[in-house]
């Protein structure tokens, strides 16, 4: 089966409705799919419509922000209820602060010489409550400021850089507390791309695992081809369920479509291995 358990709409950071993102990933060859936007459910009941209208397996999902170690982690949520009360409403929370941060990133960004950003960002998502980086990037894309969103995020909207804002989203705790109490599966998304040491991701692992959550990405387009076999390693050490996804936001910005993203490792258990 080919699973893609990672996917945003324009319901939170990505370009396309939910229905449009699940006949891309039909395309790709995609049997088994998940949305899982950004702190919001909104999309679930389009993006299953649609699933199922192309013959397509899906899974109603969502990807958590979190402030662990001073650090931003996202825990994706897979096979939620997402009309579960606690979960709609932890996430109403998470986006609280979204617009006044995107004001403080707006500021920055026009002492840096870019003006009219917020209205530039807002643009890509219409509701202040869902502004986030990646809208800031596509923006200083159009301006020319750079020629993709990644020469903006090596530039700008990271730490050290203009535009950077820190935010505090939810607990660990909170966020596994939530995918859990709404019937789901809680796992580490691109667990490659923290800038953890060994011992803090060790510590990350060690936590996630205490609180109830047994799954990590393993293959993610976020990760690079070396980071496969990294954490398949670290899956079959902790004893974690492996998941898949491509973490896509929109054609050609992803750095592996869904038809170019490879099988998991041999010697693992898919997190879908029971469903």
């Not at 692992?205 to 990590?216: E, H, K, P, T, V």
């Amino acid at each position: 089966m080919k699973a893609d358990l990672h996917c945003h709409s324009n319901v939170s950071d990505g370009v396309l409705a939910p229905a449009a993102v699940a006949a891309y990933a039909r395309k790709g060859g995609v049997d088994l799919w998940a949305l899982t936007d950004h702190d919001e459910v909104g999309g679930i009941k389009a993006a299953r419509a649609a699933a199922g209208e192309l013959g397509m397996r899906f899974v109603a999902g969502v990807e958590i922000s979190v402030t662990w170690a001073n650090e931003t982690v996202h825990i994706v949520g897979l096979q939620v209820d997402e009309d579960n009360r606690l979960l709609v409403e932890g996430l109403a929370a998470t986006r609280n602060g979204r617009e006044a941060r995107a004001r403080e990133i707006a500021a920055q960004l026009e002492q840096a010489g870019i003006p009219g950003a917020y209205d530039g960002a807002l643009n890509y998502v219409g509701n202040p409550d869902l502004i986030s980086r990646t809208h800031f990037a596509r923006y200083l894309v159009e301006l020319g400021v750079c020629g993709s969103t990644t020469e903006v995020f090596r530039k700008y909207l990271t730490e050290g850089k203009p535009g950077y804002v820190p935010h505090r989203w939810a607990t660990l705790e909170q966020a596994v507390g939530w995918i859990r109490g709404a019937g789901g599966i809680p796992v580490i998304a691109h667990p490659g791309r923290y800038k953890f040491g060994p011992t803090a991701e060790g510590a990350l692992f060690d936590a996630f695992r205490q609180l109830g959550g047994n799954a990590i990405e393993v293959v993610t387009g976020s990760h690079t081809p070396d980071q496969y076999g990294t954490y398949a390693e670290i899956a079959r050490r902790y004893g974690f369920l492996a998941s898949r996804g491509t973490d896509f936001h929109a054609p050609g910005e992803a750095r592996v479509e869904f038809a170019e993203l490879p099988p998991l490792p041999a010697g693992l258990t898919p997190v879908w291995h029971d469903w």
